[in-house]
């Protein structure tokens, strides 16, 4: 960035943008194939810095890029053409502005002139995204008028607003023909007058500090000795779960966890709430206090359960936004988890009501042959410490709920798109969350990923090191939970949508290692051989419909049923 001279000026800019977005801590960039977007492809391609990753499918791409701001909790720029191509980011868009998932989408566009006349591949972008952009940037086509300070402003400004309230932004590009540099020199030195010294620097034009006030302590904290309270973890990342534990070691109060907590498994923590408020005496505890950290709950139990716990009920949330869908939380602190906590010291004193919900824990059914449940626990005990897991949506988040519990490691770190919990773009996001080289294994159902075929041109990437299991009970198995019509040609027509597909096939089209597993044993065999080869791998769960809906009923049932609890 230091030379003054550049082939056209559409580059030129697009070299401001980029770099002042790696100046400011982007590494990642995921890049679709498009000619109007050429020059912040180029941009992008030549810089030293960064990390390109492409991909065909911009549905898909979007979803691998969440997948790798989620791993590597950093903002990661997505580089795409106009028209549809920008609308193929939708989904992944809302997941990530659901989820706080810090993206930047920088989209190339048609300048003014050919917006609303009939050219070709224009559609109107600004404010594609409706709401669901933290921020939203319209550039004007690259002009020598516009100054070049002004340009790196507003990169500044979107970043640091995307960072303040972490979410996805959006940056559109209007670019006039041509695209491609030309082989005529320009001198844009006197254009880039205003900011030699930023050329020479490495930093950005602008820097900002963002302050957080530190919560004001609750007028009732610390609960006195004699109230009961009780903890529930929702979806953490794995810092603020450990500071939240290690706050609460010595309270003696029951900790509750969801499966995306990365609690489970720790001796502190009650990871069973979705068996274990299947029973009366569980569900008839009522707290003088609940401590809720994190939303988005995946277990349905506890969800039924906090209702019964109003008015004392509150909730502490990093993101702003209310996730509180019962609307029963009675005080919300939006704010860093470890600032509430440094300002809520724990008590001195130690009360037993942990103990007996560890009890009870202990007395919960075991799932022997339970077959497809007990897959889902054999897979839970092999799954590698310091490793990733990323858990479809549907039946598999859900089945995991029931049976992880103790099995699955401490050091596993868990991920899921519970945002809006869609089935679209499940692969595409473990692929993203497996590209910084990190073992990473996925369980999605068959619809799921049939659902996102395209993305597994993405495991084929060098040193992805992704272990892909399938679970086919052919299609549907989730609407066997789901209070739909149980006239059996019905639901299978409209909901359940049998496919009568295997995963064998499609395995050698994206020359995967592939098993296919029946049996306990067989898949324990498969994953250890997969870990050993390294690399991508497709396992495939073979089940029959319902066999898993039935099994955790009856499991539902024999809970219900226990009398020494």
Known sequence: MTESRYENLNLLWANLIIEELAR?????????????????????????????????????LGFFALGLSKATKQSVLIICTSGTAVANLYPAFIEAAQTGVPLIVACADRPLELIGCGANQAINQPGIFARYPTVETDLCAPDLNFPPQALLGKIDDLVYQSQKYPGPALLNCPYREPFYPTSQIQDYSQYLAPIQHWLSATTPLCQKAHYQKLPEQAQSWPPSQ????????????????????????????????????????????IDTCEMLLEHSKPQAQHFDLVIQFGGRLVSKKLQQWLKSQHPHHWLIESKSERLDPDWHVSQHWSCPIHSWLSQHPTPNYQRKDASKWHRWQDQMPDIKGEHELEMIATLAEHIPANSRFMIGNSLAIREMQWVAGSRLSQQVTCFANRGCSGID???????????????????????????????????????????????????????????????????????????????????????????????????????????????????????????????????GERVRELTSL
């Open 24 to 60: 400011l801590e982007v590494h990642h960039v995921c890049i679709a194939p498009g000619s109007r977007s050429a020059p912040l492809t180029m941009a992008a391609a030549k810089h030293q810095r960064l990390h390109c990753h492409t991909h065909f499918d911009e549905r898909g």
């Open 425 to 555: 773009g499940l692969l595409a996001t473990a692929c993203g969350i497996a590209a910084d080289e990190v073992l990473t294994t996925v369980l999605l159902g068959d619809t799921s990923l049939l659902h996102d075929l395209n993305s597994l041109a993405l495991t084929r990437q060098k040193n992805m090191n992704l272990i892909v299991i399938v679970i086919n009970n052919d299609g549907g198995g989730i609407f066997d939970l789901l209070p739909v019509p149980k006239k059996d040609q019905l639901a299978k027509n409209y909901y359940q949508l049998p496919h009568g597909l295997d995963f064998q096939a499609i395995a050698v089209q994206f020359e995967l290692p592939y098993h296919l597993v029946d049996q306990c044993q067989s898949l324990a065999t498969a994953y250890i051989q997969a870990l050993e080869q390294g690399g991508a791998h497709l396992l495939e769960i073979k089940s029959s419909h319902g066999i898993a809906s039935k099994a955790i009923r009856q499991l």
């Open 226 to 269: 004699e109230s009961s309270v009780a903890i529930v973890l929702g979806a953490l990342d794995e810092s603020e779960c450990h500071l939240i534990l290690s706050w609460a070691r010595h309270t003696g109060w029951p900790i509750l966890a969801d499966i995306q907590s990365q609690a489970f498994s720790h001796p502190l923590v």
